[in-house]
């Protein structure tokens, strides 16, 4: 026999794309704390994500959150756990931030924030990233709900939508626009600590500027004035990422075709706002009650489209 070659048949079913990861672990040790989240947010399934529980502060070692911990060590694999466990089995604060680093690459998919948890030194900044842990799940399902809502819109809609996106320079999903905002609100709550100004200071020059945003801004008051209560910006977070998902469906079932239109941003902060007042005391909203003639225009252009398509169907 020349050349013999040794021919080895794996019997058993194997995932592959674990395999794959394992495969590379030597790699995956050399990236940076960013990259291996999006690396790790990967393997996050949605059951996995179901399992996912923080407190109500944002804590991610919870009693509660066990579940995913286990899952979270299994998906990693054997060769990567050794160096994430203590020698009696507790998590390291390795481990605590990886898992951080994924949970946000897999419910927010935004490189500045998975950035900001992986590398942000600062205490303050930090809460506000642990009190987005409490919104995660719901801004998963949210990226199914937003591709969802764009497959069933209907033609009269998307052209409303792309009339005002034109006027606005924007043609973002509502869930696009909670994010990019969310995010805009984090970087000018720390634009606004480095520069030593309050936050009002420096949202007014950007005013002056023209570079108001109405829902960022609000979100920003919020999170400056709430920054070391990591359980109101917990129950904020959650119920923002709740109502937009809520509109989301009601957007996806086009409901309401020719009634009240769908809601903007702002509108929903709004509706949160006063939710948030009512359960943690009035002036503890996002603040938003000035923007209503913002959320009139916007309505009156969609009843303009639907007046429009109403007189098409009718000929």
């Known amino acids: 026999m020349q050349s013999p070659v040794l021919v ?17 672990l030597s790699d995956l040790q050399q990236m940076s704390a960013a990259e291996t989240a999006w690396v790790d947010a990967e393997s996050i399934s949605d059951k996995m994500m179901d399992q996912f529980t923080p407190s109500d502060t944002g804590n991610i070692m919870g009693r509660e959150n066990q579940g995913f911990i286990q899952s979270f060590l299994k998906e990693v694999g054997d060769n990567a756990t050794a160096g994430l466990l203590t020698a009696d089995g507790r998590p390291t604060k390795q481990l605590i931030d ?6 946000f690459a897999k419910a927010y998919k935004n490189e ?3 950035r900001l948890v992986a590398e942000e030194p600062d205490p303050e900044i930090r809460n506000i990233l642990n009190a987005l842990n409490g919104a995660a799940a719901s801004f998963v399902q949210m990226q199914y709900l937003s591709g969802e809502a764009h497959k069933q819109t209907s033609s009269w809609l998307v052209d409303a939508v792309e009339d005002i ?17 969310l995010v805009k ?23 002056m500027f023209g570079e108001d945003n109405p829902a960022a801004n609000a979100l920003a008051r919020f999170i400056s004035a709430n920054n070391r209560s990591a359980k109101r910006m917990t129950a904020a977070f959650k119920a923002m990422a709740t109502a937009i998902n809520d509109e989301l469906i009601h957007q996806g079932q086009g409901m309401d075709m020719f009634g009240g239109g769908d809601r903007s941003l702002v509108e929903i902060l709004a509706d949160v706002s ?12 996002f603040q938003v009650s000035m923007f209503e003639s913002l959320s009139q225009v916007t309505r009156d252009r969609l009843t303009k489209h639907r007046l429009m398509f109403s007189k098409t169907c009718s000929i």
């Open 274 to 285: 006063q939710e948030l007042e009512r359960e943690f005391g009035e002036g503890n909203g």
């Open 112 to 114: 500045k924030l998975v």
């Open 185 to 207: 609100a984090t970087e000018l709550v720390r634009q606004a600590k480095d520069s030593g100004q309050n936050i009002e200071e420096l949202l007014s020059q950007g005013d």
């Open 98 to 103: 990886r898992m951080q680093n994924a949970i």
């Open 165 to 181: 996106a034109d006027e606005q320079g924007s043609n973002q999903s509502l869930a696009d626009e909670a994010l990019n905002s």
């Open 8 to 24: 080895r048949v794996r019997l058993s079913d194997v995932d592959r794309a674990k395999f794959a990861r394992d495969s590379n």
